[in-house]
T-cell receptor, first 115, second 115 residues
Framework: KAGVTQTPRYLIKTRGQQVTLSCSPI?????VSWYQQTPGQGLQFLFE???????NKGNFPGRFSGRQFSNSRSEMNVSTLELGDSALYLC??????????????FGEGSRLTVL | AQKITQTQPGMFVQEKEAVTLDCTYD???????LFWYKQPSSGEMIFLIY??????QNATEGRYSLNFQKARKSANLVISASQLGDSAMYFC????????????FGQGTRLTINP
């Protein structure tokens, strides 16, 4: 069974640019969550999508957005990049939303460097 | 607001010894979930164990057990018979309600197993 796939794995951008990261969940999983990991702030929840609808949102500015497609694949976009957006962006999937007490299946992440 | 505190930035343990990783949490919710994840250098988060706030028995998964002390608001991870492959970052996390999608993570503990 294929795991969660995130692309690209590494990317370098400059301040002011925008970036789009992609996440393909495990087949059959309908919930996709995104997390940002930085040395200073640690792991922080960005948002969760279920059946193409945003279910939860973390405390991030509007420059961070996401969406989910009918096949459950998800993308997140960061516009007007800042140096502080340099981070590992992790995507996680689960079969359902709300009440799921099993594991979140994480991808290996997309490491973004902003210069 | 929910908060997770992991007070051990790093731990060094001899192979085959048992190790306890500390985690305390703060929440005003009655219903919540507690999780432990392992993050090797590859970046992928690997689920280890889950404990629901209403579960009376401590959770166990193979060599992993969660020492849940609700009154003290602690959820320590115990790894029995440590192995070299256990060297990694370990994160304690909690969810609001029993759901697993929106997690609040601690800062993590870097565990190093010495041969």
């Amino acid at each position: 069974k294929a795991g969660v796939t995130q692309t690209p794995r590494y990317l370098i951008k400059t301040r002011g640019q925008q970036v789009t990261l992609s996440c393909s969940p495990i087949s059959g999983h309908r919930s996709v969550s995104w997390y940002q990991q930085t040395p200073g702030q640690g792991l922080q929840f960005l948002f969760e999508y279920f059946s193409e609808t945003q279910r939860n949102k973390g405390n991030f500015p509007g420059r961070f957005s996401g969406r989910q497609f009918s096949n459950s694949r998800s993308e997140m976009n960061v516009s007007t990049l800042e140096l502080g957006d340099s981070a590992l962006y992790l995507c996680a999937s689960s079969p359902t939303s709300g009440g799921w007490t099993g594991e979140l299946f994480f991808g290996e992440g997309s490491r973004l460097t902003v210069l | 607001a929910q908060k997770i505190t992991q007070t051990q930035p790093g731990m060094f343990v001899q192979e085959k010894e048992a190790v306890t990783l500390d985690c305390t949490y703060d929440t005003s919710d009655q219903s919540y979930g507690l999780f432990w994840y392992k993050q090797p250098s590859s970046g992928e988060m690997i689920f280890l164990i889950y404990q629901g706030s209403y579960d009376e028995q401590n959770a166990t998964e193979g060599r992993y057990s969660l020492n849940f002390q609700k009154a003290r608001k602690s959820a320590n991870l115990v790894i029995s018979a440590s192995q070299l492959g256990d060297s990694a970052m370990y994160f304690c996390a909690m969810s609001r309600g029993q759901g697993a999608q929106k997690l609040v993570f601690g800062q993590g503990t870097r565990l190093t197993i010495n041969p």
